[in-house]
C-alpha cells in the first residue's frame, strides 16, 4: 500500500500584544474603516520583547503539538521551517528550532517562499514521510513580519502580522493524508514584492539602511492582480485533476493576504463562504504562518475524510495549492 504523508496534528502560536487598526490610525494617515474594506483586517498580533524572533513562536507552536499529540522532542526526525524572517541569515531556524525544544535526534532547515513557504515546506516534508525514512516529521510556518515592515508605509504596515503554526506529519497507509499538489514559481515577479536589502545583492551599508532598503517593498495593485489569478488557477486545477466539484471540498484553506484575493478562490472554486477557512481579520497576514494558524483555529471542526485544498501565494512570484484527505476527528 501506498504510503502517504498524513497531518496527524496541529497547534498554533500568536504572540498577546494586539496592534489593532485603531492603533494604526495614530500611526500612519489611515483609517479603520479603509483597512477592513480592503483588506478584511482588524488587528494583528505583533512580537513584542528584546532578542525574540520567529524560533520563539515556532518553539512554542511545537510545544503545543508535542503536548497535544503526547510525544517527546527527541521523537521527532525532522523539522521543517517555511520563513522570510529568519533568526539570522545562519544558521537555520530549524537548526536553533531543534535545540531550544531539545529535539536531540531531528535536523532539518528553512524554506524560502515568501506566503507560499508552508506549503512548499509541507510537500518537501512529506517527501521525506512517503519514502519511508521518517515516521515523524514537523512542518512550520513561521514569521516576524514586524521586523520586516516600515510602520511609516501606509500601504504595507496595515497588512502584516506575526504568528507561526506547526503540524505533525506521520506515515498513513488508509488513503488519508497529502494527496496531490501543485506548486509554481515566476521570479518576473521579484520586481513586485520583496525585500532589497540585506542579501548578497545589496548586502547591508549605512546607506541602505538610510535608504529604508530592508523593508518589505510591494506594488499592491499588481501583487493583487496576479495572487487573484495564480491562487485560483491551481485550486481549480488541483480539484479538476481529482474529480473534484465544489460541494465535495469540505473546506478552503487559502493564504490570509486579503479578503478580496479569498473569496475570488472560492469564487473560481464553487466554494461557498461558510466552507473558507478565515481568521485575516484577528491576524492580518503573517505569511507562511497563515495556513497552519487557520488549521489550528479551525481544528475541531474537521472530520476524518473531509476534503481539504490548501492555497497560497507569495512575493517572487511563488503559488500553489494542496488536496489533502484529513485524517483524523479532533477530540
Keep these: ?55 520563539d513562536m515556532a518553539v512554542e507552536a511545537i510545544k503545543g503539538l508535542l503536548k497535544k499529540k503526547n510525544i517527546s522532542a527527541e521523537e521527532i526526525d525532522m523539522i521543517i521551517v517555511g520563513t522570510v524572517t529568519p533568526d539570522h541569515i545562519f544558521p537555520s531556524t530549524s537548526n536553533i528550532i531543534c ?43 513561521a514569521d516576524k513580519m514586524s521586523a520586516i515592515v516600515d ?12 504568528g507561526a503554526g506547526a ?10 493524508g497529502i494527496t496531490d499538489s501543485i506548486l509554481r514559481t515566476d521570479g518576473t515577479g521579484k520586481k513586485y514584492l520583496f525585500q532589497q536589502g540585506g542579501g548578497s545583492v545589496q548586502p547591508p551599508t549605512m546607506r541602505s539602511v538610510a535608504n529604508q532598503e530592508h523593508f518589505i517593498y510591494q506594488e499592491g495593485q499588481a501583487v493583487f492582480k496576479f495572487a487573484v489569478k495564480g491562487m485560483a488557477d491551481v485550486s481549480a486545477e488541483i480539484m479538476e485533476r481529482n474529480n473534484l466539484k465544489g460541494e465535495d471540498v469540505a473546506w478552503l484553506v487559502p493564504h490570509q493576504a486579503n479578503k478580496r ?30 495556513i497552519p494558524l487557520c488549521l489550528w483555529d479551525y481544528e475541531k471542526q474537521m472530520k476524518k475524510g473531509d476534503n481539504i485544498i490548501l492555497a497560497a501565494f507569495g512575493g517572487g512570484f511563488t503559488w500553489g495549492s494542496i488536496y489533502v484527505k484529513w485524517a483524523y476527528d479532533s477530540k
Design 1 to 55: 500500500m501506498k504510503i502517504r504523508a498524513s497531518i496527524t496534528g496541529v497547534h498554533g502560536y500568536v504572540p498577546d500584544f494586539v496592534l489593532s487598526n485603531k492603533v494604526l490610525e495614530t500611526m500612519v494617515d489611515t483609517n479603520s474603516e479603509w483597512i477592513e474594506t480592503r483588506t478584511g483586517i482588524k488587528e494583528r498580533r505583533i512580537l513584542k520583547g528584546k532578542g525574540l524572533g520567529t524560533s
Design 99 to 141: 535545540h531550544k525544544l531539545g529535539a536531540k535526534n531531528a535536523w532539518g532547515y528553512d524554506i524560502s517562499a515568501a506566503c507560499s513557504g508552508f506549503l512548499f515546506s509541507l510537500i518537501t516534508g512529506s517527501q521525506f514521510i512517503e519514502s519511508g525514512r521518517y515516521k515523524k516529521v514537523i512542518v512550520v510556518g
Design 151 to 162: 510602520y511609516t508605509d501606509r500601504s504595507t504596515c496595515v497588512i502584516f502580522g506575526d
Design 167 to 176: 503540524v505533525l506529519l506521520e506515515p498513513d497507509t488508509t488513503g488519508y
Design 261 to 290: 484575493i479569498i473569496d475570488a478562490t472560492a469564487n473560481r472554486m464553487g466554494v461557498s463562504s461558510d466552507k473558507v477557512m478565515l481568521n485575516i481579520q484577528r491576524y492580518g497576514n503573517t505569511t507562511s504562518g497563515t
